[in-house]
């Protein structure tokens, strides 16, 4: 998916509206716009996981962070190592069991 498709548009423009203050200026661009590349090519992977709903991944799923963890690029990482052991799965429950 490019980077600045409409959905990548419209991810990374909540992610900059609801980012912590203290974020502002922290993560670097590459790292925001590749952190959302990867997360919307996860949701597009399965089925289960086009399913969730968007507040849903807007709120839980796309932020690069929670509260005090590190700002790293990690999405890349954990999508390479974990995605094919949860492609094949039909539901976001028995992902969540296989990991």
């Given amino acids: 998916m490019p980077l600045y498709s409409p959905p990548a548009a419209a991810a990374t423009s909540f992610l900059l509206a609801h980012a912590p203050m203290a974020d502002n200026g922290l993560i670097p661009k590459d790292v925001m716009l590749n952190n959302v590349d990867v997360a919307l090519q996860a949701r597009s992977a399965t089925l289960w996981a086009a399913q969730v709903p968007e507040a ?5 799923v796309l932020p690069y962070a929670i509260c005090t963890e590190a700002r790293e690029n990690w999405r ?5 190592k974990l995605m094919p052991v949860v492609l094949s799965c ?10």
Avoid: R
């Fill in 56 to 60: 849903v991944f807007l709120n839980d």
């Fill in 76 to 80: 890349p990482f954990f999508f390479q």
């Fill in 90 to 99: 039909k539901s976001a429950e028995e992902a969540a069991l296989k990991l």
